[in-house]
Nanobody, 114 residues
Framework: VQLQASGGGLVQAGGSLRLSCAASGNIFRFEDMGWYRQVPGKQRELVASITFGGRTNYADSVKGRFTISRGNAKNTSYLQMNSLKPEDTAVYYC?????????WGQGTLVTVSS
């Protein structure tokens, strides 16, 4: 299984970015898909997740600003990030879980300037 994340970059505070994650591999179904982020010296933290059925979960710090979704083929996830703040600066990782394993993408850097 491979996860390809894209969409990171530099944006000013108040701006928007959209992250994408495409999962591939000989897997019957990707269950949960999610986005995590990490800054140096801190643990990786959940940003948002979405189940195969579409149930979503968000970190309190991003509720109302970020939206996670899945593509029609269910093997892609998107993280729409609006009203970005400098504290959103981090490396963002996509993650997916099958019934037997968890997989991580390579990370994409999001930098929000003040």
């Amino acid at each position: 299984v491979q996860l390809q994340a894209s969409g990171g970059g530099l944006v000013q505070a108040g701006g928007s970015l959209r992250l994408s994650c495409a999962a591939s591999g000989n897997i019957f179904r990707f269950e949960d898909m999610g986005w995590y982020r990490q800054v140096p010296g801190k643990q990786r933290e959940l940003v948002a997740s979405i189940t195969f059925g579409g149930r979503t979960n968000y970190a309190d710090s991003v509720k109302g600003r970020f939206t996670i979704s899945r593509g029609n083929a269910k093997n892609t996830s998107y993280l729409q990030m609006n009203s970005l703040k400098p504290e959103d600066t981090a490396v963002y990782y996509c993650r997916t879980a099958t019934i037997v394993a968890i997989y991580w993408g390579q990370g994409t850097l999001v930098t929000v300037s003040s």
